[in-house]
């Protein structure tokens, strides 16, 4: 089975809800539709249960019960899931480092200015219209 389609949904993977949602309304007023996940185990189950795939994912590193970097192993080892971008958002002080070796497209460090997640996002998920 071929890899599933993509579509102009960004999934926002972050244990934190007040982060999470501002992220989703941000990318929503700007023409994504976007979802959240509290966590990865979460996110990989969103993930398995919808024929379509978001364009990207947003992911914080540090999470209750799976981890950013588990998480990414986890979609690694997916063939369908493999293919979706992911960049990782986190406050976590060495968060270059562990990006790297998470084979992720793009990291940024928390705060991270909303036009600037706004710029992220549009490099990989073209707004549609």
């Given at each position: 089975?071929?890899g ?10 972050d ?28 996110a ?11 364009c ?9 019960v799976?981890?950013g ?44 200015s ?16």
């Amino acid at each position: 089975m071929m890899g599933s389609p993509m579509s102009h949904h960004v999934l926002v993977v972050d244990d934190d809800p007040d982060i999470r949602e501002a992220m989703i309304e941000i990318l929503e007023e700007n023409g994504h539709a976007a979802t959240g996940a509290a966590n990865g185990n979460e996110a990989l189950a969103q993930l398995r249960a919808s024929s379509v795939h978001p364009c990207l994912i947003l992911l914080d590193l540090m999470m209750p019960v799976m981890d950013g970097p588990t998480f990414r192993e986890e979609q690694l080892r997916d063939p369908n899931l493999s293919p979706i971008p992911v960049i990782v958002i986190s406050a976590f002080r060495d968060v270059e480092e562990t990006a790297a070796k998470m084979q992720v497209a793009a990291h940024v460090k928390k705060p991270v200015s909303l036009r600037d997640l706004v710029d992220l996002v549009e490099r990989f998920c073209p707004s549609p219209g």
